[in-house]
């Protein structure tokens, strides 16, 4: 039988990141967007509550939890901040390619300090030629004795400006096209690395976004991750494994958006009664709390699929791209419900709609997710 029952230990994981984002995020979270300030201060507590490392295996110091526990505490750090979110859960990201992918030693070296004291890891896969189109990267790396040198820049990276380690693609054999695309782990330590623009973004301001260039990296071949020329189907598989926590940071948001508006609709009186009563404003709720519920379902499965080793591409795709979009239609129904109210910062309602959009684009932009899903829904095409 089909069971949508959580465990104890997943109930008391679910409350434990709602109460984190309830008690630490929120009410930092207005500041942190008006200022663009890294959070520091509430990213030491989510380290300490282990968030930071929440899917880093637990023989090297980390929380070890499933697909699943991330799309549950994925929600509840994103109803808190999604700005917040993004800023833990780009950690785990980085870290995706490497349990993956990473040999012992790799894992040992790189993940397990990120355990014992508060740091942050980027994911540096877009260009500003390459973003959906992974094959046009143009960082280059070129072999040097027994090392590379990498060259190039990336953009638009998650903790690019605060990370202490990046995993960087770059093409080993441009003469192969993607398929010389490979993925390097480099800290940021490395000569050669530079900081470039801190990204001022529309939404999601509490989250570090910068550009970074690689100037004749030195990168030792045991940094590579799996082997020259895996670099495309790493980036791949990561984000089949990380996209169901994106659709999950969207219903957080869709249902931060959804109580408010509730909340507001049942005490805003118009016409002598609370809008709430008028079946143009309670037929919205529904709408909204329908398609949140199945959003939830979609991530749920999508995590599940990756949890038993089963084929999650098109499910992780769905989840994504269902749960970013409904995050969007929730948030502006929820504005519009506010009416002028919610178009002032006073509200919460207006950061939402911000930070919503982001997640319609990064990890995949919704239309690459069609892309996928169209292509996995209608096989190949044979042509007389």
């Not at 940094?223 to 969207?250: C, E, P, S």
Request: proline fraction near 4%; glycine fraction near 8%.
């Amino acid at each position: 039988m089909i069971s949508f029952e959580l465990t104890e230990e997943q109930k008391a994981l679910q409350e434990m990141a709602h109460s984190f984002a309830e008690k630490e995020m929120r009410p930092k979270s207005a500041y942190y967007d008006r200022e663009e300030k890294f959070p520091e201060d509430v990213m030491q507590k989510a380290f300490e509550a282990g968030f930071l490392t929440c899917n880093v295996p637990i023989e090297y110091g980390g929380g070890g939890l499933s697909d699943l526990e991330m799309a549950i505490i994925s929600e509840e750090l994103a109803w808190g901040c999604p700005g917040m979110y993004t800023t833990m859960m780009a950690n785990s990201l980085a870290f995706t390619p490497i349990i993956l992918y990473g040999q012992e030693e790799q894992k040992k070296k790189f993940l397990t300090p990120f355990t014992q004291k508060m740091g942050f890891a980027s994911y540096c896969l877009t260009e500003r030629e390459a973003g959906s189109d992974t094959s046009a990267i143009k960082t280059l790396a070129r072999k040097d004795g027994s090392d590379y040198l990498i060259n190039g820049s990336k953009c638009f990276i998650t903790n690019g400006g605060v990370a202490s380690l990046y995993v960087v693609f770059a093409n080993a054999a441009p003469q192969k096209g993607p398929r010389g695309l490979t993925a390097f782990i480099i800290p940021k330590e490395t000569p050669g690395i530079t900081i470039g623009k801190i990204e001022d973004k529309m939404g999601q301001r509490a989250s570090n976004t910068a550009e970074i260039f690689f100037e004749d990296v030195r990168v030792p071949a045991e940094n590579i991750l799996g082997k020259v020329g895996q670099g495309f189907l790493i980036a791949m598989r990561t984000f089949d494994r990380t996209r169901a926590a994106v659709g999950a940071a969207g219903v957080g948001l869709a249902r931060a958006a959804l109580e408010s508006a509730v909340e507001y609709s049942k005490t805003r009186i118009q016409f002598g009664q609370p809008i709430a009563t008028f079946e143009a404003t309670a037929f919205k709720i529904a709408q909204m709390a329908t398609e949140l519920e199945a959003a939830r379902l979609l991530v749920w499965k999508a995590a599940w699929l990756v949890d038993q080793g089963l084929p999650c591409g098109l499910n992780s795709a769905m989840a994504k791209c269902f749960g970013s979009d409904l995050a969007m239609k929730v948030s502006l129904e929820a504005l519009q419900i506010f009416g002028g109210y919610g178009y002032m910062k006073d509200y919460p309602i207006e950061k939402l709609v911000r930070d919503a959009k982001l997640l319609q684009i990064y990890e995949g932009t919704n239309e690459i997710q069609r892309l996928v899903i169209s292509r996995e829904v209608i096989g190949p095409i044979i042509q007389k």
